[in-house]
């Protein structure tokens, strides 16, 4: 039998290990999500497909899971690069921009981004995650955890806050490799609060009952820091000790570096078993920025036409532990891959009539083998390349017959729904009108349009045949002639 070890490499010990669970068969992870200050660009979502894969992989090795993962609406500062960031609240400085001014509230606004969030999520099939707590529905948790690790020694009041004391816990940046004495320079002239005992200490309470969003607590009007907030959440709904934390690089410091402190220091026990962290998107070679006009959103791509799977596509070919150069050639690539799932699927169902909800694995088969070793990529820390150069290898084996038997279309159903539970990339064309069903030109629906041209062409009618191509051009479907026959595509912007 295949090995079926799930391995990742770990941020803390820098190694790729077996992810080793507290109770057997049963993950519980977290992964930090968006401040929902504005749409979620291509980048967050590159995070946000590393923990969903995670998920689908331990799901098809048959673990239970428990995912958690956050929404932030407040206390996520401008300046968070240091670990007590400054400047203005994201939130607050989102509803007064030019955006900001249609929201009559700054809790209107963290619900309309938090709403396109979940669109987006659902556009790119990412799994519904089993819970997505907010932050500010758990301000009692992160008060309490505040006030417990004053009581401990691990942080202090001051008239401005409270702040974590970054001195009482030796092992203060373990994660990322900044070093107390490293940090205490770096910060002289970045974070500068004279109340504090030295800047390198963050906040976990900022007092302030001039903000738009605040709450009372035991040291007066005021609103959580942004780590404290994460730390809270995850011991609500994942105990003290977690399986498995993840996020982009950019959270490892000072986020990730603050949870560990804070949570530690609270509990006395370890706070999480394994590190993931995704790298870097760039679009094009360059930082994805809007002054350079590469910034892109999901909606921004959908709505230039194209498919939200090659868009998934896209984001998954290169695996999380490498850096992603993104580039629009390689979304119409992968829009004419994400097609080859589909015309699979257009063949099941001229075999059986529908696609089928289950079907008997096809032991011994191509695709039997092919699905395994989709699988085994996964576990070998994501390798989303190789088990997704499988997952078009199974289409190339079932796409050699222009008609499928009742037993090979059944095959490749279990194969489909193989590569939609582990990397999402095909679900069942919905029958319901919308987006994803087949377009009809001139009142005949594509496949008609087809099956003409194949009988002009046949007929040596090449004149005809070039008619209907144009004419399906111009109503924005691009026809594919493949050795296994013509496929079509929405035509991308």
Not at 164 to 177: A, W
Not at 409 to 420: D, H, M
């Amino acid at each position: 039998m295949a090995d079926r070890t799930f391995r990742l490499y770990d941020s803390m010990s820098r190694v790729v290990k077996p992810l080793e669970l507290l109770e057997p068969g049963h993950l519980r992870f977290y992964s930090c999500g968006p401040t929902v200050y504005s749409y979620a660009h291509i980048g967050n979502f590159r995070s946000f497909l590393t923990g969903d894969l995670i998920v689908r992989t331990a799901k098809e090795l048959g673990w239970r899971v428990t995912w958690v993962t956050n929404i932030t609406d407040v206390g996520h500062l401008t300046q968070d690069d240091v670990a007590d960031a400054g400047g203005e609240d994201r939130m607050e400085k989102a509803l007064h921009s030019k955006e900001g001014e249609r929201f009559s509230n700054v809790w209107e606004l963290a619900e309309y981004y938090g709403e396109k969030y979940r669109e987006d999520w659902e556009r790119l099939n990412l799994s519904e995650p089993t819970v997505r707590p907010k932050a500010t529905q758990h301000v009692r948790e992160q008060i309490v955890m505040t006030q417990a690790l004053i009581d401990k020694g691990h942080a202090y009041e001051t008239p401005t806050g409270v702040y974590f004391d970054v001195d009482s816990d030796p092992d203060y940046g373990k994660l990322s490799g900044n070093t107390r004495d490293g940090l205490k320079e770096a910060v002289r002239d970045v974070v500068l609060d004279e109340n504090k005992r030295q800047q390198a200490d963050f906040a976990l309470w900022k007092k302030d009952d001039k903000h738009l969003m605040q709450w009372f607590s035991p040291w007066g009007w005021g609103f959580p820091g942004w780590h404290i907030e994460c730390s809270a959440m995850a011991r609500a709904y994942l105990g003290d000790t977690i399986d498995l934390h993840s996020g982009g690089e950019d959270n490892m410091f000072p986020h990730h570096e603050c949870e560990i402190a804070q949570s530690e220091a609270f509990t006395g026990k370890p706070f999480s078993s394994h590190w993931v962290h995704t790298r870097f998107l760039q679009v094009e070679g360059e930082k994805m920025a809007k002054s350079k006009g590469n910034f892109f959103t999901v909606r921004d791509l959908i709505e230039q036409g194209f498919d939200p799977l090659a868009l998934r596509y896209a984001l998954i070919s290169v695996p999380y532990g490498k850096p992603l150069n993104f580039t629009m050639q390689s979304l119409r690539d992968a829009q004419g891959n994400v097609e080859r799932f589909r015309e699979c699927e257009r063949r099941i169902v001229a075999a059986l009539g529908s696609m089928p909800e289950g079907a008997d694995t096809p032991t011994g088969t191509d695709l039997e083998r092919v699905a395994g070793e989709m699988l085994a990529a996964m576990c070998d820390d994501l390798n989303t390349s190789v088990a997704i150069a499988k997952a078009i290898e199974g289409t190339k084996i079932i796409l050699r017959q222009n008609e499928l038997s009742s037993a090979d279309a059944a095959a490749a159903a279990w194969f489909l729904r193989r590569v939609e539970g582990l990397l999402g990339l095909w679900r069942v064309t919905p029958e319901d009108g919308c987006a994803d069903t087949e377009p009809v030109v001139d009142g005949v629906t594509v496949s008609e349009w087809i099956e003409r041209r194949a009988t002009a062409k046949k007929n040596k009618d090449f004149t005809e045949a070039d008619r209907i191509r144009e004419a399906l051009n111009a109503a924005g479907v691009e026809l594919r002639d493949t050795p296994g026959g013509t496929t079509w595509a929405k035509k991308q912007v």
